[in-house]
């Protein structure tokens, strides 16, 4: 079995030769709709993943990036200085600490072009070549359903799609998984629920997205955790305070670790030769 395993991977290297090995890596952070806390979920999941893996956190909201707030960075090259072929693609890393690096985008520049599938292969190409640097590499993608999302989210293997209990964001998040799904990348959607008032919300929200899932699509999707609603979460990002690096116990800080054990099992499944994630405290 183990035989022929192998003999497919290589006849599926052959047919698709721009397969990148990062793929196995790439863990997109997405959302169906704006608000739901996808950025702030995917920099503080990201940091805490530092805590013991090397972690590469790529802000791709094309043109409404706002990464950099919550690191309260100011980046002086960005994504769209190697997309506008000014910057090489090394050069616009940002390094946030000795296990997690950045790579920022820009926000409200005027006449600025979203970036080309062509331009968005390029990127995973660089990628790839540094690939082996990284544990992980975390995407933090626009909300919507862009084309663009559309394709950085098939080349995806993990997919957290976050959203909250009101019925509009699950509602998008539906539509989001309904077009992965028209788009043959529904493999690997995993569901936080975000701004829960207690954990009771955050499982019904979850069990209403699922039941219209299963029987609309067909599809599997996973619940990975709930996060609270919090005060504390509004002033950090007010503050431009990194949640997770000045709130060392916290409510949602648990539920976070919470969901980095859940992802670490997910992970395991995808890389069995790999060890499993270590849950960061």
Do not use: W
């Not at 989001?176 to 019904?204: P, T």
């Not at 619940?223 to 919090?230: L, Q, R």
């Amino acid at each position: 079995m183990i035989g022929q395993l192998d003999r497919i991977r290589e006849l599926e290297k052959l047919q698709n030769p721009k397969s990148n090995n990062s793929s196995q890596k790439i863990v997109a952070v997405t959302s169906g709709k704006g608000g739901t806390g996808k950025t702030f979920l995917a920099a503080n999941f990201a940091y805490q993943l530092s805590k013991s893996k090397k972690i590469l956190l790529v802000d791709l909201d094309f043109n409404l990036s706002n990464l950099h707030l919550l690191f309260n960075a100011h980046p002086q090259k960005t994504l769209n200085n190697y997309f506008a072929s000014k910057s090489l693609f090394e050069e616009i890393i940002t390094k946030y600490n000795s296990d997690l690096d950045l790579i920022f985008g820009d926000s409200g520049i005027v006449n600025q072009n979203r970036p080309t599938i062509y331009q968005i292969e390029r990127m995973l190409d660089e990628l790839d070549k540094i690939s082996s640097i990284y544990d992980l590499i975390i995407f933090d993608l626009g909300a919507g359903v862009s084309e663009e999302n559309l394709f950085i989210l098939s080349k995806s293997k993990i997919k957290l799609v976050v959203t909250n209990p009101e019925p509009t964001a699950l509602m998008d998040a539906y539509v989001l998984i309904k077009l992965l799904k028209s788009n043959n990348a529904e493999d690997g959607i995993n569901i936080i629920v975000n701004r829960c008032y207690d954990e009771l919300e955050g499982y019904q929200a979850y069990d209403n997205l699922k039941s219209a899932v299963d029987h609309f699509l067909k599809s599997t999707i996973n619940f990975i955790a709930e996060i609270p609603e919090s005060v504390e979460v509004r002033k950090s990002i007010i503050d431009q305070k990194l949640f997770a690096e000045h709130q060392k116990s916290n409510t949602v800080i648990t539920s976070i670790n919470k969901a980095l054990a859940e992802f670490g099992k997910i992970h395991q499944v995808f890389n069995i030769n790999q060890p499993a994630l270590q849950h960061a405290s």
